[in-house]
């Protein structure tokens, strides 16, 4: 490589990374090193160490992980699903008209603020003037399933659009000769297609990880900081919000929340690395 086309990928390349370093990295070294300090004195793990110990303190933070599991769970289990199936549909030529018009018809929720999609879908499943007569939102056992299917809905053509370009970079002679050898369509998606879209798969995955443990804004777009009902909403997102900045009659502590982001950092950086360890090596490895 030349000097100056050394010099002009540095140059292009270091508006993103200064801007990554100072929205991303500088930030979160800040949270870090304040969640060892209360009221500008050091106090090393004493933070963490209220975070797990204090009965209140850990059975919230237990139970907005275990939300957080249940978010992604449910997310996953109903978005890859259904944005493979119609990314397959899209790909099939089965439909042969209009396809540009339907991916950005699924892709259109995705672009839309969350306060809108929050509102619309309230006002829809509102048992006073909705289509449900079942308060939703106001029982314990559907609130959380109820709020991670809106989400779905919201973000579903991300994983689409994934998914129908890496339907469409397989090698077209590949489907031919499978249909020479008299393999069926249903044969060729499961035993062609998905093994060579298994890498997409698994990002798509491990990005959903990501979003539902970082999740906050729909949840606090319907119900504020304080999520119900009884907290059965609450994730480590809103946690941290109430933790960092109070809510009602509770003040915020700095120094707590900043633990409690240090907390959800570790715990999406440990789940991203084992994955990434584990599954998707394994994956790459399975293509060569």
Request: aromatic share 16%; hydrophobic share 55%; with cysteine.
């Amino acid at each position: 490589m030349t000097r100056k086309r050394h010099r002009q990928l540095v140059l292009f390349t270091f508006p993103a990374l200064a801007f990554f370093l100072i929205f991303a990295v500088f930030p979160l070294i800040g949270t870090i090193y304040i969640s060892f300090f209360q009221e500008n004195v050091f106090v090393g793990l004493k933070n963490f160490n209220f975070l797990f110990t204090d009965e209140n303190a850990s059975k919230r933070l237990f139970f907005a992980f275990l939300h957080n599991c249940e978010f992604f769970l449910i997310a996953a289990s109903v978005q890859l699903p259904l944005a493979l199936c119609m990314a397959a549909l899209l790909t099939s030529g089965r439909v042969r008209r209009m396809t540009g018009f339907y991916r950005t018809l699924l892709f259109i929720p995705s672009t839309l603020s969350v306060v809108i999609v929050g509102f619309i879908w309230r006002l829809i499943i509102s048992p006073l003037w909705g289509i449900v007569e079942y308060p939703l939102l106001g029982e314990k056992a559907t609130a959380l399933p109820t709020i991670t299917l809106m989400s779905v809905w919201q973000y579903l053509g991300i994983p689409l659009v994934f998914l129908y370009s890496a339907l469409l970079s397989i090698p077209s002679n590949i489907i031919e000769a499978a249909r020479v050898d008299g393999a069926s369509d249903f044969r060729i998606f499961f035993g062609i297609k998905i093994p060579l879209i298994a890498p997409q798969i698994g990002i798509i995955t491990i990005l959903t990880f990501i979003w539902t443990f970082n999740g906050f804004d729909i949840i606090y777009a319907l119900n504020g900081g304080m999520p119900g009902p009884d907290y059965s909403t609450d994730v480590l997102g809103t946690l941290f919000y109430r933790t960092f900045f109070g809510w009602g009659a509770d003040q915020g502590n700095q120094n707590l929340g900043a633990a409690t982001a240090t907390v959800i950092f570790f715990i999406i950086l440990l789940g991203t690395a084992a994955y990434f360890a584990t599954v998707q090596r394994r994956l790459k490895v399975s293509q060569l």
